[in-house]
């Protein structure tokens, strides 16, 4: 069983750690956009688009890797260890 | 079955190279996408195996052992190429998408690969009956429009192999 995260804790991350982003609706996952590059796999959550889903953890371990995003910042916010 | 005998350590790292090969629809087209030497990033975390991509670095997947990992992020791949299908007008900026996509490092985690290549070159860190190849076999990606006629059968299966890189 993955660890997880509540999507809406994800989106108060953001808008603090990375402001500016876009966040874009795909069919099966969200995109992450920001500065021109795209984090492509945040996940809609085990049953699609309800509201608040659990997500797992590691895809915004991924994200926050990808994007930078320090550790000060995303820890206020999410317990991605 | 490219499974450890014995469980790995919580932070043990495998630096993994991929090459796949998808063929897809587009608005007004067929194409196929060969991705060569795309580098992937596996880690044993606590809830399991995470493969976090390098080349391209936007995505990630997990499994329950490193097999399941890959073959979640080989499908992540591909619904990734079908979402870009989705928005491109056209084959031109179906292509810049895709290369755009692959070329997008994560640079976050690439350090860490390079760290877990020179493992895998030191013995520290094997997957059993996964080959091992060098770490800077070239990368590319080619995206090329597929005429209707060179369509076979092959074309629907997925490539699964995964390699350690050294």
Redesign the interface.
């Known amino acids: 069983m993955s660890r997880v995260v509540r999507l809406d804790d994800v989106w108060r991350m953001l808008d603090r750690c990375l402001p500016g982003h876009e966040r874009l609706p795909k069919p099966h996952r969200w995109n992450i956009r920001f500065k021109g590059r795209v984090y492509h796999e945040v996940p809609l959550g085990r049953h699609g688009t309800r509201r608040n889903p659990e997500i797992e953890s590691g895809h915004i371990r991924g994200l926050v890797k990808f994007f930078q995003i320090p550790k000060a910042c995303y820890e206020a916010f999410l317990d991605l260890s | 079955m490219m499974t450890e005998e014995i469980a790995p350590a919580i932070g043990t790292r495998y630096p993994l190279l991929f090459t796949y090969r998808d063929t897809l629809f587009g608005k007004g087209f067929i194409v196929e996408v060969q991705a060569t030497n795309g580098r992937a990033l596996c880690v044993r ?4 195996f ?1 493969i ?2 390098i080349n ?7 499994g329950d052992d490193p097999d399941a990992a890959h073959a979640a992020f080989r499908r ?1 791949f591909s ?2 190429l079908v ?1 870009l299908a ?1 928005d491109a007008r056209g084959f031109d900026e179906f292509r810049e998408l895709v290369t ?2 692959f070329e ?1 490092t ?4 690439e350090a860490e690969w390079r760290e877990a290549v020179e493992a895998v070159q030191r013995g520290e860190v094997s997957l059993e009956g996964v080959e091992i190849v060098p770490a800077n076999s070239p990368r590319s990606i080619g995206v090329s429009v597929k005429p209707v006629e060179q369509l076979t059968a092959q074309d629907n299966s997925a490539n699964l192999q995964y390699l350690l890189a050294a």
Do not use: K, L, Q, V
């Open positions: 975390e606590a809830d399991g995470w976090y991509g391209p670095g936007g995505m990630s997947a997990f992540t619904g990734i979402d989705g755009r996509f997008d994560n640079e976050g985690y």
